[in-house]
C-alpha cells in the first residue's frame, strides 16, 4: 500500500534545528532546458536540449497545537538561516534544499491555534553550493558540436558535382585566392606560431596540388577546407588574438564571395556559404584553448564571436539573393548550435575570473617598484610586463599619466 510508504515530513536546518511538520498534499516542479532559436522561411525553430531544470518542492505545511506560536516561530527564524537544509520528503526521499520564498498564516477563529506555512523548496547540491559557482559546457561538448556541423556541411554537398568547365576555371581561380588571403593573414598574426604557420603552409599546398580533383567534387573541397579553418582554432594562445583573425579572414572573403556567386550561381553561393559557416565553427571551437585571464577580456571575446557570427548570417542572406537558393536548413542549425554553446561556455568561465582593474599613474615609477606595490612581490612582474605591452624606455620607467591595467 502506498500509505505503507509515505513518511513523515521533516526539515533539518543549516544549524541542525529539527522540525516535523503536518501536511494534506504534496508538489513539485521541473522541466527542460529549451531555448528554441528562430530561422527566416522555417516552420520549424532549433530546440536544444540544454539539461534539466533545477527541481522545485512547493510545500504547504503547518504546526498545530496549545504553543504552535512559539514552535512557528523557531521555524520560520530556521528557514531564514544561511545555507542548505536537508527535507525529508514523505514521497521522494531525503533532499538538500534552499527554502527560496516562504509565507506563514494564522487564523483565530475556524482554524485557531495552528500556523501554515507555504514554502518554496530549491534542490540543491553540496558540491556546488557555495557561491560563486559555474556549471560550464564540457569543451568536448563543444568540440562534438563542431564536428557534427563539419560533417553536415560536408553531407549536404555529398553527390555534387561541377562539370562546366567554365564554373570549374572560376571555382579554382576563386579557391587559390581564398588559399592566398587565409595564409596572408595568418602570416600576419604575431600571436601564431610558426609551427602553426608551418602546418597552414602544408595544408594549403595540400589543397593546391589536387584542386583539379577538389573543385570537381564540392564535398571533398569543403572537407579540405574546413580542415584548414579549424587549425589555428586548437592552438594554445591568446583566445581574443584567435578571434580577430577569424573576422579578419571573414573580411578578406565576404565581399568576394557574394560577387562569385552573382557571376556563376547557385552552386558556387552554396560553397561560400559552407566556408562562412566553416569560420563561424573554427571561430567558436577556438575559444576552447588559449588564454583568457580577465571578465573583460572574456566580455571582448563574446562581442568577437557573436559580432563574427551575426556578420556570418548577414553575409549568408546575401549570397542567398544572389545565387537565388537557399542555404540547408541542418547545417545553420548546427552551426548556430556550436556558436551557442561556445558562448554559453563564455560566460560560465567569465564568472571565475577576475576583473580587470585600471590605474592612472600619478608619477614615474619602475616596473619592479609597481609590481610591488599592486601585488605585494615580484612573481607577477612579467606578467605585469606582457599584459601591459612594456617596451623599449617603459621597461625601464614608466611615466606619469600612463593607464597601466592589472587584474588581481
Known amino acids: 500500500m502506498y500509505t505503507e510508504r509515505l513518511r513523515e515530513l521533516k526539515y533539518t536546518s543549516p544549524s541542525g534545528k529539527k522540525f516535523t511538520l503536518l501536511f494534506d498534499e504534496l508538489s513539485r516542479t521541473g522541466g527542460k532546458k529549451a531555448p528554441v532559436s528562430e530561422f527566416p522561411g522555417q516552420n520549424q525553430g532549433a530546440v536544444q536540449d540544454l539539461g534539466e531544470l533545477t527541481g522545485t518542492f512547493p510545500i504547504t505545511c503547518y504546526i498545530a497545537g496549545l504553543d504552535y506560536d ?7 527564524n530556521a528557514l531564514a538561516e544561511s545555507g542548505a537544509g536537508k527535507l525529508d520528503h514523505p514521497r521522494w526521499g531525503t533532499i538538500n534544499v534552499l527554502p527560496s520564498t516562504r509565507e506563514q498564516s494564522e487564523q483565530f477563529v475556524d482554524g485557531a491555534g495552528r500556523a501554515v506555512f507555504t514554502i518554496t523548496f530549491i534542490r540543491t547540491d553540496d558540491t556546488v553550493f557555495d557561491y560563486p559557482k559555474s556549471s560550464i559546457v564540457a569543451d568536448d561538448q563543444i568540440t562534438a558540436d563542431a564536428d557534427a ?3 553536415g556541411i560536408t553531407s549536404a554537398l555529398e553527390g555534387e ?10 571555382l579554382k581561380e576563386n579557391v587559390l585566392s581564398t588559399l592566398a588571403t587565409v595564409t596572408g593573414i595568418i602570416g600576419t598574426v604575431t600571436a601564431f606560431s610558426d609551427d602553426l604557420r608551418e602546418t597552414v603552409d602544408g595544408t594549403v599546398n595540400e589543397i593546391t596540388r589536387e584542386i583539379d580533383t577538389l573543385i570537381a567534387s564540392p564535398a571533398l573541397l569543403m572537407e579540405s577546407l574546413l580542415k584548414l579553418y579549424r587549425i589555428p582554432a586548437r592552438i594554445v594562445t591568446d583566445v581574443t588574438e584567435k578571434v580577430k583573425a577569424y573576422k579578419t579572414i571573414y573580411t578578406g572573403l565576404a565581399t568576394g564571395f557574394v560577387e562569385t556567386t552573382k557571376e556563376y550561381g547557385e552552386m558556387f553561393g552554396i560553397i561560400a ?13 577556438s575559444t576552447l584553448t588559449g588564454r583568457i585571464p580577465t571578465r573583460t577580456q572574456a566580455g571582448e571575446v563574446v562581442d568577437g564571436l557573436t559580432g563574427l557570427y551575426s556578420d556570418v548570417v548577414a553575409t549568408i542572406e546575401e549570397i ?17 548550435q556550436t556558436v551557442f554553446r561556445s558562448v554559453g561556455n563564455l560566460i560560465d568561465r567569465a564568472l571565475s575570473l577576475p576583473t580587470e582593474r585600471i590605474l592612472t599613474l600619478d608619477r614615474n615609477i ?14 607577477r612582474l612579467d606578467e605585469l610586463i ?23
Open 70 to 76: 512559539t514552535e512557528a516561530d523557531r521555524f520560520w
Open 149 to 151: 556541423a563539419a560533417d
Open 161 to 170: 558535382t561541377i562539370t562546366d568547365v567554365r564554373e570549374k576555371a572560376g
Open 273 to 285: 556559404s559552407a566556408q562562412l559557416q566553416g569560420i563561424a565553427i573554427a571561430s567558436a571551437e
Open 320 to 336: 542567398e539573393t544572389a545565387g537565388d537558393f537557399t542555404v540547408d536548413y541542418e547545417t545553420t542549425r548546427l552551426t548556430l
Open 366 to 379: 619602475t616596473p619592479i617598484q609597481l609590481a610591488w606595490e599592486l601585488y605585494g612581490d615580484l612573481e
Open 386 to 408: 606582457e599584459y601591459n605591452n612594456l617596451q623599449g624606455e617603459n621597461i625601464l620607467l614608466i611615466p606619469r599619466e600612463t593607464e597601466v591595467r592589472w587584474y588581481a
